[in-house]
Antibody, heavy 124, light 107 residues
Framework: QVQLQQSGPGLVKPSQTLSLTCGIS??????????WNWIRQSPSRGLEWLGR?????????DYAVSVKSRITINPDTSKNQFSLQVNSVTPEDTAVYYC??????????????WGQGTLVTVSS | DIQMTQSPSSQSASVGDRVTITCRAS??????LNWYQQKPGKAPKLLIY???SLQSGVPSSFSGSGSGTDFTLTISSLQPEDFATYFC?????????FGPGTKVDIK
């Protein structure tokens, strides 16, 4: 049973950096059959996929174009976790942020495990 | 990016009703379509993957169908715990995208 535990501050000032961490139990961030994602949800934007990191002989990242210039997702193999950083935040980055695992089978993939969610408010 | 639409945006129903939710993709996505249920204050929960495969532990009252651009989630007999918001999501290509959701509430 995979469990994802999120941590990080719920309040960030405009222009600063949003940082969240997702701890993994029951799987490995280095797994060759999973990918580790960040997704956010807000009333204005709905569910928005932000990006992923995954290991297939080497590490790969993919990011949504809407945040690509401001986002970094990094694995931490020593702690079996992965992190999200979003730079230069504005109030439009206010949302509930989720980490989620993607599993793969038969050419398809899906989000089968989710963190508990973190409400991040961007405000001074 | 592949755009996902859902209809209806909300639906009022009674316990025991059959509920059908439709999801449409802006281009063909084969069977790369997943369905999630979300309750207030909780993370989405996977119900159906690859258009029609039932996730382990999900009641058999839930079923999915479709391929290409048009997909359906059906709840055969609505139970009190099924009142929630339902989202479709395409996993055909990055960026993964979600539908806007269908809220099922009590009539």
């Amino acid at each position: 049973q995979v469990q994802l535990q999120q941590s990080g501050p719920g309040l960030v000032k405009p222009s600063q950096t949003l940082s969240l961490t997702c701890g993994i139990s029951g799987d490995s961030v280095s797994s060759n059959s999973a990918a580790w994602n960040w997704i956010r949800q807000s009333p204005s934007r709905g569910l928005e996929w932000l990006g992923r990191t995954y290991h297939r002989s080497k590490w790969y990242n993919d990011y949504a174009v809407s945040v690509k210039s401001r986002i970094t997702i990094n694995p931490d193999t020593s702690k079996n976790q992965f992190s999200l950083q979003v730079n230069s935040v504005t109030p439009e980055d206010t949302a509930v942020y989720y980490c989620a695992r993607v599993s793969y089978r038969g050419g398809n993939n899906w989000f089968d495990s989710w963190g508990q969610g973190t409400l991040v408010t961007v405000s001074s | 990016d592949i755009q996902m639409t859902q209809s209806p945006s909300s639906q009022s129903a009674s316990v025991g009703d059959r509920v059908t939710i439709t999801c449409r993709a802006s281009q063909s996505i084969s069977n790369s379509l997943n369905w999630y249920q979300q309750k207030p204050g909780k993370a989405p929960k996977l119900l159906i993957y690859a258009a029609s495969s039932l996730q382990s532990g999900v009641p058999s009252s839930f079923s999915g169908s479709g391929s290409g651009t048009d997909f359906t989630l059906t709840i055969s007999s609505l139970q009190p715990e099924d009142f929630a918001t339902y989202f479709c999501q395409q996993s055909y290509s990055v960026p993964f995208t979600f539908g806007p959701g269908t809220k099922v509430d009590i009539k």
